[in-house]
């Protein structure tokens, strides 16, 4: 008996190749999923797998002909593999050395990709990017699964990330401003003690309710959750927790991992990343921060609120990188005011814990004397790392580039047909509303809509009080650039909805073009920055120049007069100052 070998499906709208290479010649011996010939479609090549062990008899066609999906390459007669029964044509493979590693990334996804499936769209992860992607692409009629490991959906954002730092923020800068501020008001409370347990619980609730509202949406939108972890095995296929799931679309949503440092090893409990920070059941007397960027400065600033001593220490000579320089500065004095220590220009090189605490030795970044520093708490918050290794993405054939970032097209799609990916795990900033813009745009695409992110209009803000917020480019950026631009200033000591709550630190900057007006850029520091810069992006994603900012009626008194006349002050007419 003999088997035919044929094209197997290309997937999507790919139906022709040539063949590039025949692997193994008639009368080679073959073990079943051996590679035996090399096809090229337009998109990638692909290796065409002998369908079990066997002795290949004649190809029916040659090197360089074009071939169609289902036409027989060759035939294949059933039997033990792997050993040459038939003299010879070519030599055999060589053996896989650890100096030259067999196992090849890309080709043999195509070459295995399913005929029917279980789902239109599988999405790995459940983070913002991925479980907003889920309920767009189940809103556009696809049928949706998405797979997850945590116990809970929402990611990273919503169980250890954005929800429970933003609920601590909240309830830190309310302990601290009855401790500290009600008193200027007039209002006299004797004695504010802190209930950390009952704090963390609060938290927990937030978070609860938060990650039930997804699985609730799930539910109303006919998505499957598929519990476990899933592997991602070729175009079409996956697996979870090694049972086989295939859809025809699937999209990696897998997020991201906090940074490591040599020296410093995380326990979660004396040396924490975020996570940990979001659960201590004590305010440490000392805790030293390793990174002066978002992370550390937000969770720096709710311990320092509850109490504890917080050096930061920053390897650059400025906080929060890729902000607008002027508003870093200001951000570094207000803090520095408020009591967070700042070691910027240094670095840590080791972390030695023993039962007292963790001594860390820091030098200058650029070399110099060496010191310690003790702490009973250390955060480590140098950024974050996409979360691309340990679930077949490499073996599958997926590219990634040299930060272990999932290289895409400008649609999303991967390296390998019908295989997307979005969010934290591909490049960009890692911001969950840039993940949940990519998770609507890439099942808009899928369904033949215009999906589309204007990544040139995507804020980023600093939860800290005062918030800092931004939206496109920076001073720096046009300098560089080459751009000619208009600065306008305004001071949130000037507004008078500041001034009657007590918040005058900071100001609003925006940046217009000299020559067409439109804003490039707008940057805040100031009570309730992250609300105010809403409206900055939007006048970004319309073209808006700073005219049509400062035409715009804005209710008074509110903080949003501040951006008004900022972009009043492009033309030097604020009113109020
Ligand atoms: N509010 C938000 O939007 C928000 C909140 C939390 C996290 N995030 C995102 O999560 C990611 C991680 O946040 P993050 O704060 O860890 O990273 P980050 O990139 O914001 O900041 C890391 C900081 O650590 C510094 N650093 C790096 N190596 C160092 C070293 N060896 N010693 C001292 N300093 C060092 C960097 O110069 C940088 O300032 C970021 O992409 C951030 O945008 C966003």
């Not at 043999?108 to 767009?136: L, M």
């Not at 990611?155 to 309310?174: D, R």
Request: aromatic content about 4%; charged content about 20%.
């Amino acid at each position: 008996m003999t088997i035919d070998i044929k094209v197997p499906t290309l997937g999507e709208s790919v139906t022709t190749a040539t063949v590039s290479k025949w692997l193994k010649q008639p009368g080679d011996a073959v073990n079943a999923d051996e590679p035996i010939a090399e096809l090229e479609t337009d998109k990638v090549s692909v290796e065409v797998p002998a369908p079990q062990a066997g002795v290949l008899g004649a190809h029916a066609v040659k090197e360089g002909d074009e071939v169609e999906v289902g036409t027989v390459l060759t035939t294949l007669t059933p039997g033990a593999g792997g050993q040459k029964v038939a003299p010879a044509v070519k030599p055999a493979q060589p053996a896989p050395t650890a100096a030259a590693p067999a196992a090849a990334p890309t080709p043999k996804a195509v070459a295995e990709a399913p005929a029917e499936t279980d789902y239109d769209v599988i999405v790995i992860g459940a983070g913002p990017g991925g479980y907003v992607c889920a309920i767009r692409a189940a809103q556009l009629g696809f049928k949706v699964a998405c797979v997850e490991k945590r116990a809970t959906l929402g990611g990273t954002c919503l169980n250890v990330g954005c929800i429970p730092s933003k609920a601590l923020l909240q309830q830190s800068e309310n302990f601290h401003a009855a401790k500290d501020e009600y008193g200027e008001m007039g209002i006299i409370i004797d004695s504010v003690k802190l209930d950390l347990a009952k704090m963390m619980a609060r938290k927990q609730s937030v978070v609860d309710a938060n990650v039930k509202g997804v699985e609730f949406l799930f539910k109303k939108n006919k998505i499957t959750w598929l519990k476990g972890t899933g592997k991602v095995e070729g175009t079409g296929r996956i697996t979870v927790d090694g049972k086989p799931v295939t859809a025809k679309h699937i999209v990696i949503a897998s997020g991201s991992d906090s940074a490591g440092l040599p020296g410093v090893d995380v326990d979660e409990k004396q040396i924490v990343t975020s996570t940990g920070a979001l659960e201590l059941s004590a305010v440490p007397k000392k805790m030293v921060v390793i990174g002066g960027g978002v992370i550390g400065l937000e969770l720096g600033s709710v311990w320092h609120r509850l109490g504890a001593d917080v050096t930061v220490i920053e390897y650059l000579d400025r906080l929060v990188p890729g902000t607008d320089n002027e508003v870093a500065k200001t951000f570094q004095r207000i803090l520095t005011k408020q009591g967070l220590k700042m070691k910027l220009g240094h670095k840590v090189t080791k972390a030695e814990k023993s039962a007292k605490g963790v001594t860390l030795t820091v030098e200058p970044a650029q070399g110099g004397t060496a010191e310690t520093l003790e702490a009973d708490v250390v955060l480590l918050a140098i950024g974050r790392t996409a979360a691309s290794k340990g679930f077949g993405l490499e073996e599958a054939g997926i590219e990634l580039d040299k930060r272990g970032r999932i290289v895409t097209d400008a649609h999303y799609a991967t390296s390998v047909p019908g295989i997307y990916a979005i969010g934290d795990v591909i490049a960009g900033p890692m911001l969950a509303h840039k993940a949940e813009e990519e998770g609507v745009a890439v099942a808009e695409l899928l369904a033949g809509q215009a999906g589309h992110v204007n990544y040139g209009a995507i804020p980023a803000v600093v939860y800290t009080w005062p918030e800092v917020a931004t939206v496109g480019k920076t001073e720096e950026n046009l300098k560089e650039e080459g751009v000619s631009y208009k600065v306008g200033k305004f001071p949130f000591t000037a507004n008078g909805r500041a001034r009657a709550i007590g918040m005058t630190d900071g100001f609003v900057k925006v940046l217009a073009d000299s020559t067409t007006d439109q804003v490039l850029g707008v940057h805040i520091i100031g009570p309730m920055a992250g609300e105010l810069i809403a409206e900055c992006t939007m006048a970004i994603e319309f073209g808006a120049s700073s005219e049509d900012i400062a035409r715009t009626c804005h209710a008074h008194p509110t903080l949003s007069e501040a951006v008004k006349e900022a972009a009043l002050d492009v033309d030097k007419r604020a009113i109020h100052i």
